[in-house]
């Protein structure tokens, strides 16, 4: 079940995300909201999330999988345990996923709830940030973003391969008309202007998903 998340000070977690292409997102859906999820938790996911990209340019239509952790040899050893999972191995062959890509992203900061029915991603480029000063710029654009945002979070890339990005901002929301009109105020605040210069922060590109469970 989505959490309620506090605000600043909450001990930061590990997200461990799977980039998939799947035949059977629904029945991949089925199994995530019910037993699969479940075992999942019991092999040391925090928490376990599923959303499929719909605007997303050639990543339309992948399925991308968050599991979290509290560490990042909690992540290594999940997966690990999941591979060794006589049935999760047959629902990844039953429901035909592969794949594309593996990123373990550090949450930075997070505010407000993952309970929505949609979500956006930003893909950001720019030096790795402390958690500080990650938390007093995301805290500044949750002042814009919370008026069309359920939540949002801001994660590190740990470790994602050769990638022009270096961290990504989530954001859950139900209206996709609300987040986009709250995020062009966010942008066009002359003060978030100023903290994304000074951290030499660009953005490179937004999708946008529906949550599957």
């Known amino acids: 079940m989505p959490r309620k998340l506090t605000q600043l000070g909450d001990n930061m977690s590990f997200i461990y995300s799977v980039a998939t292409?799947?035949?059977?997102?629904?029945?991949?859906?089925?199994?995530?909201?019910?037993?699969?999820?479940?075992?999942?938790?019991?092999?040391?996911?925090?928490?376990?999330?599923?959303?499929?990209?719909?605007?997303?340019?050639?990543?339309?239509?992948?399925?991308?999988?968050?599991?979290?952790?509290?560490?990042a040899d909690a992540a290594m050893a999940l997966n690990a345990a999941i591979y060794a999972d006589s049935d999760l191995l047959k629902l990844l062959a039953d429901t035909g996923v592969q794949v594309e890509r593996r990123t373990l992203m550090r949450r930075q900061a997070e505010f407000g709830s993952r309970d929505a029915s949609h979500g956006t991603i930003?893909?950001?480029a720019g030096p790795p940030q402390s958690d500080e000063t990650t938390q007093s710029n995301m805290a500044l654009s949750w002042g814009h973003l919370e008026a069309g945002a359920a939540g949002m979070a801001a994660m590190q890339v740990i470790a994602g391969g050769p990638s022009p990005f270096s961290g990504v901002v989530v954001t859950w929301a139900d209206s996709m008309d609300a987040l986009l009109a709250a995020s062009a105020a966010n942008f066009a605040?002359?003060?978030?202007?100023?903290?994304?210069?000074?951290?030499?922060?660009?953005?490179?590109?937004?999708?946008?998903?529906?949550?599957?469970?």
């Open 122 to 124: 930003l893909y950001l």
């Open 189 to 213: 605040d002359p003060a978030v202007q100023e903290r994304m210069a000074a951290t030499n922060t660009t953005v490179l590109g937004r999708m946008m998903t529906r949550r599957l469970f």
């Open 21 to 71: 292409t799947m035949a059977n997102p629904d029945h991949f859906a089925e199994a995530g909201a019910g037993w699969a999820g479940e075992r999942l938790r019991s092999l040391g996911a925090m928490s376990v999330m599923a959303n499929q990209v719909v605007m997303g340019g050639e990543m339309a239509g992948q399925v991308l999988v968050a599991f979290e952790t509290d560490s």
